[in-house]
């Protein structure tokens, strides 16, 4: 029978492992950590491979316990940074945990129920000479210099502050503190967290004379090497206040072919088969480009956003889709006109479709509208206009505040009433 580990690892998901005694340690149920600094209010598409992670620990019969950093959030992790990090303020940090913990909550969900805890409760109780006699004596410099994360920041012009030195400290302390009080014995991270994980489980050995195991896996990049998670207006965010499932899934749509086979394997829970059949399929004559793309859009938008966020991402995606016959909704043209060509005359009821179509600019002249409208080639809300006369009524109203004109089979526009 295959175990976890077996499973992650076909499909790409370990990079390292801290013993061969892991699958056997498996084989009953454990508690796995990962944690997650607050450096922003939410987390990005690079944060979700560590959250598919436990939940593939999770399906196993194994505890998630997430560990949110209010701590070592206000310190800062060295790692994949060439600067200081900016220190947060006490309020910063706590609106960011606030953001990250509902996001965590939300999304990883199930049985065995997760644990969800904040390092700054054990943190805080530390004085500085109390944590140098009983955390630092445990460590030495040539160990801690010599780990990736400081090493490059050593080699920069920028250099590393103490404060910044001492994360790997805090990381070790977590994992020991969540071994004695909560049985925890595994840590997962990225492959750039090996110090850091490693250093707690040294720190377990020494102090306590126990075994303790880390995973590591690969960062999310790209085939061209550069990282996945971010686009033209930024990072691509978990979080729907952040960046709204429609935009979330069109990123994810976009993947090229290069990737998405990859990130099916990563980002998704379907069989192995399965993604072979979307593999074979994009080597096939007949192949209909960005269909592997869709599914891997949907797999992880339902996740991260459930069924309903998944539903409006799709509404929305077919409300901008040239000669969509969806039937339209007010919220959903609301999230799709970030993207969609969208005008906001000063009157809309009571205005001739014709002038709108020119002033909007979609068309030179109202003659060419009309001409347009003759041809039957203009269409309101979806549905073919005949009358060249047209008027905007109130009824015509998506949601009390738009009209979708469209021109053909590829122009489509959003219409807004202008807030009186």
Known sequence: MKTVIDILKERGFIESLSSDELSSILSKPQKIYCGFDPTADSLHLGNLVAIIGLTWFQRFGHTP??????????IGDPGGKSVERNLQTQEQVDHNLKGIKALLENVIKGEPAPLVLNNF??????????????VGKHFRMSVMLAKESVKARLESEEGISFTEFSYQLLQAYDFLYLFQNHHVKIQIGGSDQWGNIVGGVELIRKVLGESAFGVTFPLLTRSDGKKFGKSEN???????EKLSPYEFYQYLVRVPDADVIKLMKMLTFLDLDVIAEYENAMKQEGYLPNTAQKKLAEEVTRFVHGEEGLEKALLATKAAAPGSETVLDADSLEIAMKDMPYFEPELLVGSKLIDLIADSGLRPSKSAARRLIREGGVSLNNKKINDEEKVIQTEDLIGNRFVVVTLGKKQKMLVKQKKI
Do not use: N, P, Q, Y
Request: glycine share 12%; hydrophobic share 55%; net charge positive.
């Open 234 to 240: 930024g990072a691509i965010w978990l979080s729907k």
């Open 65 to 74: 316990v997430v560990i949110v950093g209010g701590a070592t959030g206000m």
């Open 121 to 134: 409760e054990w943190m805080k109780k530390f004085s500085f000479i109390d944590f140098l006699r009983d």
